[in-house]
Each structure stands twice: as structure tokens, then as C-alpha cells.
């Protein structure tokens, strides 16, 4: 799920990726993150699993592109950004492309 987050004022595209095991991040926006730095394009930060199993229970519909957590008993909802680069196939396109 793509979304947008604020770090210090600076706009930046986050992908939220249940089916990556690690967390990225661009080089020039890694400044004191602990994530590991690789480049990549599409995105400046890229959240998987690494991060994602320290915030407990997740309520998502990827449909509607919607995650849900809470902590420190206050609810975060963060929503994606229904980007343009992504489409959907189906199995028999997948099974083609790959």
C-alpha cells in the first residue's frame, strides 16, 4: 500500500509492504533511521514485516487501501494513496508475466 508521511517538514512516498521481510530506505532520506539503505526508485521508504510485527494486531482492507493499528491505546489509521502504478491483473496475466 502506498502512502505519503512528513518527516521533519520533508514529503515523502512510503510503501507499506506486508510481503517484504525488511524495512528500506532511500540514502538520502535515511539520515537517523535504523532501516537498511538500498536504492531503490519507486518510493522513499518501504516498511515490511521488520516493522510491521511491532505494531501488534493490523486491521487492513487492501480494497479499500486501509491499515488500522493501535498503541499506546490511541488508534492510528493510515491510508494509501491509490496510486497510479499500480494495477491490478489477473492469475492467468500474472502467471503470463512471470
Request: aromatic share 6%; hydrophobic share 40%.
Amino acid at each position: 500500500m502506498r502512502t505519503s508521511a512528513l518527516i521533519k517538514h520533508t514529503p515523502l512516498s512510503v510503501l507499506v509492504d506486508s510481503g517484504s521481510t525488511h524495512n528500506f530506505i532511500h540514502p538520502t532520506t535515511a539520515c537517523r533511521c535504523d532501516f537498511t539503505v538500498l536504492a531503490i526508485k519507486s518510493c522513499d521508504i518501504v516498511l515490511g514485516t521488520q516493522c510491521l510485527h511491532t505494531l501488534g494486531c493490523i486491521q487492513w482492507d487492501f480494497g479499500q487501501l486501509v491499515m488500522q493499528f493501535s498503541a499506546n491505546n490511541q488508534v492510528f489509521t493510515i491510508m494509501g494513496n491509490g496510486s497510479p502504478l499500480v494495477k491490478l491483473i489477473d492469475s492467468p496475466t500474472m502467471t503470463k508475466a512471470i
